[in-house]
C-alpha cells in the first residue's frame, strides 16, 4: 500500500478500514504502518471517526500530523525504543528506524491521541532506548499519565 491508500477487509463478520500511514523504516519507502475504523468505533463529538493508529517500525514522520484532522485517534499502539541499525558500511553511522522516546511524545501531541501504547522495545539488541529509559522520557515530555504500558500475558484495558 502507498501513504494514505485505504483498504476495506472483513475481519471476524466485521468490516474495518485500513489506512496506511506515512513512514521512515529503511530504505524502500514501504508503508508498515496503518489506521484502522470501524463503524462499531463510532464517530467524535466533532465528527472524526474513531480510529486507533499502528506506527510500525517508523521514525517520526512529519506527515503524520495529517492523522489529526482526518481521524480522532483514540489510541496510538507505537513501535518505539530508538532502534538503530547499520544500513551504509562503516564508518557511515547506524540509522535510526524506530521512534525514541521524545520523538512518540511529539507524534502522540501531534495526532492529538487520547493513549500512547508503547510496543516492541525490549524486543531486540539494536533497540537502545529500553522501558525505564523510556519511561523517564515520558515523564521528561508531560506524556507519561497517557501512557500504558503493556505487560505480556496480562490483559490491559485502554479503552
Not at 56 to 80: K, R, S, W
Not at 137 to 148: H, I, M, N, R, T
Request: net charge negative; hydrophobic share 45%.
Amino acid at each position: 500500500m502507498t501513504p494514505w491508500e485505504t483498504v476495506s477487509a472483513k475481519i471476524g463478520g466485521k468490516i474495518f478500514d485500513i489506512t496506511a500511514a506515512p513512514c521512515d523504516h529503511v530504505p524502500g519507502d514501504e508503508c508498515v504502518g496503518f489506521v484502522i475504523r470501524a463503524e462499531s468505533f463510532g464517530i467524535s463529538s466533532d465528527g472524526r471517526p474513531n480510529a486507533i493508529y499502528f506506527s510500525g517500525d517508523t521514525v517520526y514522520v512529519p506527515e503524520l500530523v495529517q492523522l489529526a484532522g482526518c481521524f480522532h485517534i483514540a489510541a496510538a499502539l507505537m513501535n518505539i525504543g530508538e532502534a538503530r541499525v547499520q544500513i551504509e558500511a562503516p564508518p557511515a553511522p547506524k540509522r535510526q528506524i524506530t521512534m525514541g522516546g521524545k520523538q512518540a511524545s511529539q507524534l502522540f501531541r501531534d495526532i492529538k491521541s487520547d493513549w500512547i501504547i508503547p510496543m516492541h522495545f525490549d524486543a531486540w539488541d539494536h533497540f537502545t532506548q529500553h522501558g525505564e529509559a523510556l519511561r523517564a522520557e515520558f515523564e521528561k515530555e508531560g506524556v507519561a499519565d497517557k501512557v500504558k504500558w503493556l505487560v505480556p500475558g496480562k490483559a490491559v484495558q485502554v479503552l
